[in-house]
């Protein structure tokens, strides 16, 4: 009933950037918070950048300064700027949301994935 998809991953230099989208479709009725997290081989999954619907962000220390999440929230799409991107930041990215079905219960809905991979 949802799908978040996501796209503009791909093979940067470093101190490059990278601009990923998410866009969620299906029956819903509100988003509360969508959430970029990423996942390097052999690494658990960790927050990489979070949105809630009022708007307040929040960045782990790893990517303050160099990642901005930013959201459109009615079209139910959110962005992650990456700037000055290392190699430690290759990872497959993922899109996380929040959100209520209209009909239906409030649940956590991922995307597929995307690759970033940071190398020269």
């Known amino acids: 009933q949802v799908q978040l998809v996501e796209s503009g991953g791909g093979l940067v230099q470093p101190g490059g950037s990278l601009r990923l989208s998410c866009v969620a479709s299906?029956?819903?009725?509100?988003?509360?918070?969508m959430v970029w997290y990423r996942q390097a081989p052999g690494k658990q999954r960790e927050l990489v950048a979070a949105i809630t619907s009022g708007g307040s962000t929040n960045y782990p220390d790893s990517v303050k300064g160099r990642f901005t999440i930013s959201g459109d929230i009615p079209k139910n799409t959110v962005y992650l700027q990456m700037n000055n991107l290392k190699p430690e930041d290759t990872a497959v990215y993922y899109c996380?949301?929040?959100?209520?079905?209209?009909?239906?219960?409030?649940?956590?809905?991922w995307g597929q994935g995307t690759q970033v991979t940071v190398s020269s």
């Open positions: 996380y949301a929040d959100l209520r079905l209209r009909i239906g219960s409030r649940g956590d809905y």
């Open positions: 299906g029956s819903i009725f509100s988003i509360y918070r």
